[in-house]
C-alpha cells in the first residue's frame, strides 16, 4: 500500500540570532528558496512552506512554492507542522527545519524508505559524527546519544557523554560524538500526538522539541548520515554555503 509522504519546512521570521534569516538575500534569492530548492530533490509527494508571516508567504509564493499559514502561537516548528498537517494530510510526515543547508532531499528520502520499512517506527531523526571540538562544545551544536538499537536515549546541549578519562589532544577524537540534524520524521498519528502533549521540564531548559518524544516515554529512531551542511546562525555566515553545493 503506497503511502503519501509530505515534507514541511516551518519558517518564521523571529529567528533570535539571526531575525528575518529565512528572507535574507543570497545571490538575489531569500535563503529560504535555496533551502526549498535543495530539499525538493526528494521523493515528496508534497513539499509546503509552514509559516505566519505574510512577507514569508509571498516570497515563498513568488518563488513557486506552495504555502500553507499557520498561528503566530507556536513555540517550536514541530507544532507549527501538526497544524499544517491537518490541513494537508499524509502518513508520513517530514519536519525539515530550514538551517541544514546542503542537505539534500536524497538524504531525506533515504530515511523515509526505512520508517516505510519498519511500520514500529513512529518518530525518527538524523544524526552525524561530530569532527571538531569547536562544534562538540558548541551548545548550538546539539548532541545526540543512542542505545544499541538505534533510538535515541538523550538530546543536550552540552557534550554527551562525558568523558572521565580525557587523554591529549582534540577530545572529538576520543569518542564517536553524535551531532543530531534538525529533520524529523513522524508517521501522522505520532504526530497529532505530540502536538497534544504539553512542553516538558527538559524541553524548555535546552530549548529542544525532539526532548518532548523522550520526555513522554516514546522512542526516536535516529538514523545516521553522512551528509554535510552548513548551519547559518548570523548574516557573517552566509559565506559559509559556499563551501557546500547547492
Known amino acids: 500500500m503506497s503511502r503519501k509522504v509530505v515534507a514541511v519546512i ?14 535574507h538575500r543570497h545571490k538575489g534569492k531569500p535563503l529560504l528558496y535555496h533551502f526549498w530548492k535543495q530539499i525538493g530533490s526528494g521523493t515528496f509527494d508534497r513539499l509546503v512552506i509552514a509559516t505566519d508571516n505574510r ?8 518563488f513557486g512554492a506552495e504555502v500553507v499559514m499557520t498561528s503566530m502561537r507556536h ?6 507542522v501538526a497544524e499544517a498537517v491537518r490541513k494537508l494530510g499524509g502518513d508520513i510526515i517530514v519536519n525539515v527545519q530550514a538551517d541544514n543547508f546542503g542537505l539534500r532531499g536524497s538524504v531525506v528520502a ?32 546539539v548532541k545526540v546519544i543512542r542505545a544499541a538499537d538505534g533510538r535515541a536515549l538523550w ?23 553524535l551531532e543530531h540534524l534538525g529533520v524529523y520524521f513522524f508517521r501522522r498519528r505520532a504526530l497529532e500526538t505530540y502536538a497534544g502533549w504539553k ?34 546562525d548570523s548574516p557573517q555566515d552566509v559565506k559559509k554555503i559556499a563551501r557546500i553545493h547547492m
Open 10 to 23: 516551518p519558517a518564521r521570521l523571529g529567528s533570535s540570532r539571526f531575525p528575518g534569516k529565512v528572507l
Open 55 to 62: 512577507e514569508i508567504a509571498e516570497a515563498a509564493r513568488a
Open 75 to 80: 513555540r517550536t516548528g514541530t507544532d507549527r
Open 110 to 141: 533515504g530515511a523515509v524508505k526505512k520508517m516505510l520499512a519498519n511500520p514500529k517506527i513512529r518518530f525518527a531523526t538524523l544524526a552525524r559524527t561530530i569532527k571538531s571540538d569547536d562544534a562538540l562544545f558548541n551548545p548550538n551544536v
Open 155 to 177: 538530546f543536550s546541549r552540552y557534550p554527551l557523554p562525558y568523558l572521565q578519562k580525557v587523554g591529549r589532544g582534540r577530545r572529538s577524537t576520543q569518542f564517536k560524538f
Open 199 to 232: 512542553r516538558g521540564a527538559f524541553e524548555k531548559a535546552e530549548s529542544l522539541e525532539q526532548l518532548r518524544v523522550l520526555e513522554n516515554g516514546e522512542r526516536m529512531q535516529v538514523f545516521e548520515t553522512t551528509a554535510k551542511t552548513v548551519s547559518i
